[in-house]
């Protein structure tokens, strides 16, 4: 019987592209499912039904949610390019620091993306300490996994091209900048021109569009 693979998401979700490149880098066809984040379908509140988000894999019938925990299920299952170091000690501390982007990082910068007057300058000198934070564990590398793509870069997704994207949508770009982030902003040039990476990107100008017709105030992270 043939390997079944099937992801349940959205073309513009983050978090959904991290399992789509994930798959791809192992070569793994699947099926992709769109969802309606507005009306979700009753196969993604089956599969699902803790947390009913996107994204969420179906492998033989088997489903796994979250998008860091489907990463490594696909690291683990799928021979290939791996996305996890080897080393046990490797693994933990890329394992800490997709963590660290996921629940720190990320609502930080959806924080300050939206907020206004006063509440974002708070929110950009909490997302720029954060950042620095990150930066540091590039260590001179071209990835945070070395000279490969790793887990932490594919989770760090959202910084790399959705930031810039949101930041032009709520009107502002003081934030990731060269200036500031010469590190970051050199990985962030050489991923988002990874042929893996830039093949599955949704597209700038649809997203862009996307956000500007939402204007969503800094309510809480809605990077599902």
Same mark, same amino acid.
């Given at each position: 019987?043939?390997?079944? $693979?099937?992801?349940?998401?959205?073309?513009?979700?983050?978090?959904?592209?991290?399992?789509?490149?994930?798959?791809? !880098?192992?070569?793994?066809?699947?099926?992709?499912?769109?969802? #309606?984040?507005?009306?979700?379908?009753?196969?993604? +509140?089956?599969?699902?039904?803790?947390?009913?988000?996107?994204?969420? &894999? &179906?492998?033989?019938?088997?489903?796994?949610?979250?998008?860091? $925990?489907?990463?490594?299920?696909?690291?683990?299952?799928?021979?290939?390019?791996?996305?996890?170091?080897?080393?046990p000690y490797d693994r933990a501390m890329a394992?800490?620091?997709?963590?660290?982007? #996921?629940?720190?990082?990320?609502?930080? +910068?959806?924080?300050?993306?939206?907020?206004? #007057?006063?509440?974002?300058?708070?929110? !950009?000198?909490?997302?720029?300490?954060?950042?620095?934070?990150?930066?540091?564990? +590039?260590?001179?590398?071209?990835?945070?996994?070395?000279?490969?793509?790793?887990? $932490? #870069?594919?989770?760090?997704?959202?910084?790399?091209?959705?930031?810039?994207?949101? +930041?032009?949508?709520?009107?502002?770009?003081?934030? &990731?900048?060269?200036?500031?982030?010469?590190? &970051?902003?050199?990985?962030k040039h050489a991923y988002v021109n990874c042929? $893996?990476?830039?093949?599955?990107?949704?597209?700038?100008?649809?997203?862009?569009?996307?956000f500007r017709a939402r204007q969503q105030p800094?309510?809480?992270?809605?990077?599902?």
């Amino acid at each position: 019987m043939a390997e079944q $693979v099937k992801l349940f998401g959205a073309w513009g979700s983050p978090c959904v592209r991290r399992v789509e490149i994930a798959l791809k !880098m192992k070569g793994v066809e699947y099926e992709f499912i769109e969802e #309606d984040l507005t009306n979700k379908s009753p196969l993604l +509140l089956k599969y699902n039904p803790v947390h009913k988000k996107i994204p969420v &894999l &179906l492998h033989n019938g088997k489903p796994i949610c979250e998008s860091v $925990v489907i990463i490594e299920y696909i690291d683990e299952t799928w021979k290939g390019t791996p996305i996890l170091p080897a080393d046990p000690y490797d693994r933990a501390m890329a394992r800490f620091w997709a963590k660290f982007i #996921d629940e720190k990082c990320l609502p930080a +910068l959806w924080k300050a993306c939206w907020s206004k #007057d006063e509440e974002q300058e708070k929110a !950009m000198e909490e997302a720029c300490e954060l950042l620095k934070t990150l930066e540091a564990q +590039l260590k001179g590398n071209k990835f945070f996994g070395g000279d490969n793509i790793g887990l $932490v #870069d594919i989770v760090a997704n959202f910084i790399g091209f959705w930031v810039e994207v949101l +930041l032009e949508a709520a009107g502002s770009t003081d934030l &990731l900048t060269d200036e500031k982030f010469p590190i &970051l902003c050199k990985w962030k040039h050489a991923y988002v021109n990874c042929r $893996v990476i830039k093949e599955n990107l949704p597209p700038k100008e649809k997203l862009l569009a996307f956000f500007r017709a939402r204007q969503q105030p800094a309510s809480g992270p809605k990077y599902e």
